[in-house]
């Protein structure tokens, strides 16, 4: 490390020092210092130029969750830095560590009306875990330790830091460029519930005659899926997920009961809970989409809760028993509790297994017959159903909250836990799919990565076709083609009386936009010629596009409670 170090330097050594490989960004002028670093300084790092901004945090978003390791992303002063929020804002809801570096006006020149001033500090403060402005070139090494150590610890979230640009030039210390390895990946320095607490949620649990378990992506995010597992054979206990918590238990394990709640969650899969004499929530905040705006679990039913964050807990039921700590920790104690009572359980408990078959049975019943569907337009099902059957087993789907995420939430099917499914639903900004897409790629080179997004999606994010054919990132990426904002339709349609405005768009031929780009594409109108295309996509070594000309949502029976009764 050389004896003289700019700011822009101590930035470079301090993402290296923290272990980060990848980084999401687009330049511009207040960048120029930090750029030029990258490209002098041997750092073994490599940066991913998108063409927009929030592309790069949501790039960002998606590598951290199927890594485990910080996902940072830059973008430049103005614009720039209002365009990369968005996606620390969902990162940080979604318990997501993502580092957000934004470059700005030189400090001297604050006050002036430089071009691109604005006050970053004050825009990110109530929408990220850790914030600050870099007003001294000395303080640099600090601030990326504070935000390291903020974004993995406790309840993982998003930081951001303001870089002027004068300050990039100043000179800084050596002797203090030194980071905390633990904080390069998250959850870092986990803690355990306490153990009292843990004892009396294991009486309780055992004592209860059909508990019901409800995950969120706490689980997945702590690595707690065999924990998980374990507790639940045990208490011989339905599962259940919200869509962050995909993959807790493996789609196709006996007791998964699958995704509940508003988006995903159907009328056999509330019964589910409905049914519960008590509930355990894990890594989840009981929130208006998994409970339906509180009524499964309904008020009268004994919740106990577990997740890193205390300020979830009560904050919706009242709780019989808080855990208050990491997923996988809490989650072990947890079963070594249970398990010293577990002969002592009454021989009446309901019957987990069975609960969960007839469950799925309803479901997938509901789901094959339209499925199997010639139709036209083409049914959405029929897309997860070829998908369930086609991908490998360690494929990662993508998908946008509009049209694909409650298809996708209710019937995809990954054969064994952990990331094989991502989506935002903190906030449910469209446009995620494509650039999270190549995000998990970049992160997990050897999975299948399926990008699937309705046209409205498209449209915001196209742009990004050309980061992956200029990168030859081997997406496979779906667009379901209806020409309307699906979900607001399907929703004019259940509580407006149809009344439909301002929701519908002209078609677009996306295979011809994405060979535009240089990409392969397919479009099919066909049902019967759905099978042949997938399938070549996937054998194809390369991006691939297919354009399915499918049906608007609101004609659809997706599996969303609001519009199902």
Same mark, same amino acid.
């Given at each position: 490390?050389?004896?003289?170090?700019?700011?822009?330097?101590?930035?470079?050594?301090?993402?290296?020092?923290?272990?980060?490989?990848?980084?999401?960004?687009?330049?511009?002028?207040?960048?120029?210092?930090?750029?030029?670093?990258?490209?002098?300084?041997?750092?073994?790092?490599?940066?991913?130029?998108?063409?927009?901004?929030?592309?790069?945090?949501?790039?960002?978003?998606?590598?951290?969750?199927?890594?485990?390791?910080?996902?940072?992303?830059?973008?430049?002063?103005?614009?720039?830095? #209002?365009?990369?929020?968005?996606?620390?804002?969902?990162?940080?809801?979604?318990?997501?560590?993502?580092?957000?570096?934004?470059?700005?006006?030189?400090?001297?020149?604050?006050?002036?009306?430089?071009?691109?001033?604005?006050?970053?500090?004050?825009?990110?403060?109530?929408?990220?875990?850790?914030?600050?402005?870099?007003?001294?070139?000395?303080?640099?090494?600090?601030?990326?330790?504070?935000?390291?150590?903020?974004?993995?610890?406790?309840?993982?979230?998003?930081?951001?830091?303001?870089?002027?640009?004068?300050?990039?030039?100043?000179?800084?210390?050596?002797?203090?460029?030194?980071?905390?390895?633990?904080?390069?990946?998250?959850?870092?320095?986990?803690?355990?519930?306490?153990?009292?607490?843990?004892?009396?949620?294991?009486?309780?649990?055992?004592?209860?005659?059909?508990?019901?378990?409800?995950?969120?992506?706490?689980?997945?995010?702590?690595?707690?899926?065999?924990?998980?597992?374990?507790?639940?054979?045990?208490?011989?206990?339905?599962?259940?997920?919200?869509?962050?918590?995909?993959?807790?238990?493996?789609?196709?394990?006996?007791?998964?009961?699958?995704?509940?709640?508003?988006?995903?969650?159907?009328?056999?899969?509330?019964?589910?809970?409905?049914?519960?004499?008590?509930?355990?929530?894990?890594?989840?905040?009981?929130?208006?989409?998994?409970?339906?705006?509180?009524?499964?679990?309904?008020?009268?039913?004994?919740?106990?809760?577990?997740?890193?964050?205390?300020?979830?807990?009560?904050?919706?039921?009242?709780?019989?028993?808080?855990?208050?700590?990491?997923?996988?920790?809490?989650?072990?104690?947890?079963?070594?509790?249970?398990?010293?009572?577990?002969?002592?359980?009454?021989?009446?408990?309901?019957?987990?297994?069975?609960?969960?078959?007839?469950?799925?049975?309803?479901?997938?019943?509901?789901?094959?017959?339209?499925?199997?569907?010639?139709?036209?337009?083409?049914?959405?099902?029929?897309?997860?159903?070829?998908?369930?059957?086609?991908?490998?087993?360690?494929?990662?789907?993508?998908?946008?909250?509009? #049209?694909?995420?409650?298809?996708?939430?209710?019937?995809?099917?990954?054969?064994?836990?952990?990331?094989?499914?991502?989506?935002?639903?903190?906030?449910?900004?469209?446009?995620?799919?494509?650039?999270?897409?190549?995000?998990?790629?970049?992160?997990?080179?050897?999975?299948?990565?399926?990008?699937?997004?309705?046209?409205?999606?498209?449209?915001?994010?196209?742009?990004?076709?050309? #980061?992956?054919?200029?990168?030859?990132?081997?997406?496979?990426?779906?667009?379901?083609?209806?020409?309307?904002?699906?979900?607001?339709?399907?929703?004019?349609?259940?509580?407006?009386?149809?009344?439909?405005?301002?929701?519908?768009?002209?078609?677009?031929?996306?295979?011809?936009?994405?060979?535009?780009?240089?990409?392969?594409?397919?479009?099919?109108?066909?049902?019967?010629?759905?099978?042949?295309?997938?399938?070549?996509?996937?054998?194809?070594?390369?991006?691939?596009?297919?354009?399915?000309?499918?049906?608007?949502?609101?004609?659809?029976?997706?599996?969303?409670?609001?519009?199902?009764?």
């Amino acid at each position: 490390m050389s004896s003289k170090l700019n700011g822009a330097d101590a930035v470079v050594r301090m993402l290296q020092l923290n272990g980060v490989k990848h980084i999401f960004g687009l330049c511009g002028d207040t960048s120029l210092p930090f750029y030029d670093a990258l490209a002098r300084l041997d750092h073994g790092m490599e940066h991913i130029l998108s063409r927009d901004e929030r592309s790069a945090g949501y790039m960002a978003d998606a590598y951290a969750r199927v890594t485990g390791k910080v996902g940072v992303c830059e973008g430049p002063s103005g614009g720039g830095a #209002t365009y990369l929020l968005p996606a620390l804002v969902e990162a940080n809801e979604s318990s997501v560590a993502v580092l957000g570096i934004t470059t700005d006006v030189s400090v001297v020149s604050r006050g002036k009306f430089p071009l691109t001033e604005l006050d970053q500090e004050a825009m990110y403060r109530p929408l990220t875990k850790w914030n600050t402005t870099i007003d001294l070139a000395s303080q640099i090494p600090g601030a990326f330790r504070g935000a390291f150590r903020a974004m993995t610890t406790g309840k993982p979230g998003s930081a951001h830091i303001c870089l002027p640009y004068d300050i990039q030039k100043h000179e800084v210390d050596p002797t203090d460029i030194w980071a905390q390895k633990e904080h390069g990946t998250f959850p870092a320095f986990r803690s355990c519930a306490d153990q009292n607490d843990i004892e009396k949620a294991a009486e309780k649990l055992v004592a209860a005659h059909s508990p019901v378990i409800i995950c969120g992506g706490g689980v997945v995010l702590s690595s707690a899926c065999s924990q998980l597992e374990a507790l639940a054979v045990m208490l011989n206990a339905p599962v259940c997920t919200t869509v962050s918590g995909k993959g807790s238990l493996a789609d196709n394990h006996p007791l998964n009961a699958g995704v509940v709640g508003s988006n995903g969650g159907i009328l056999s899969t509330r019964e589910v809970v409905k049914n519960a004499d008590l509930v355990l929530f894990i890594g989840c905040r009981a929130g208006s989409t998994t409970t339906e705006h509180w009524k499964y679990p309904g008020n009268n039913i004994p919740i106990i809760h577990l997740d890193s964050d205390p300020f979830v807990i009560g904050a919706n039921y009242q709780t019989k028993v808080g855990l208050v700590g990491d997923a996988q920790l809490s989650l072990t104690a947890l079963n070594n509790a249970v398990q010293s009572r577990i002969a002592h359980r009454p021989t009446d408990c309901a019957d987990g297994y069975a609960i969960v078959k007839k469950a799925r049975t309803e479901k997938q019943a509901f789901f094959a017959s339209l499925a199997a569907s010639l139709d036209t337009p083409i049914k959405p099902e029929r897309v997860v159903d070829a998908l369930n059957r086609m991908l490998p087993p360690e494929a990662i789907v993508v998908a946008d909250p509009g #049209t694909p995420c409650p298809y996708f939430s209710a019937y995809f099917n990954a054969p064994q836990s952990g990331r094989h499914f991502i989506t935002n639903r903190a906030h449910g900004a469209l446009g995620f799919a494509m650039a999270a897409g190549i995000g998990a790629s970049i992160g997990r080179p050897n999975a299948t990565v399926v990008s699937v997004m309705g046209d409205g999606s498209f449209g915001f994010t196209c742009g990004e076709l050309e #980061t992956i054919g200029r990168r030859n990132i081997p997406l496979k990426m779906i667009v379901f083609s209806n020409s309307v904002f699906g979900w607001i339709k399907a929703s004019q349609k259940s509580g407006y009386s149809e009344r439909y405005f301002s929701v519908d768009f002209n078609r677009t031929n996306h295979a011809k936009v994405a060979e535009a780009f240089g990409i392969k594409a397919f479009r099919v109108e066909d049902p019967a010629k759905l099978d042949d295309t997938i399938k070549a996509a996937l054998a194809f070594d390369g991006p691939v596009l297919i354009d399915i000309i499918s049906q608007e949502l609101q004609d659809t029976a997706a599996p969303v409670s609001q519009w199902m009764g």
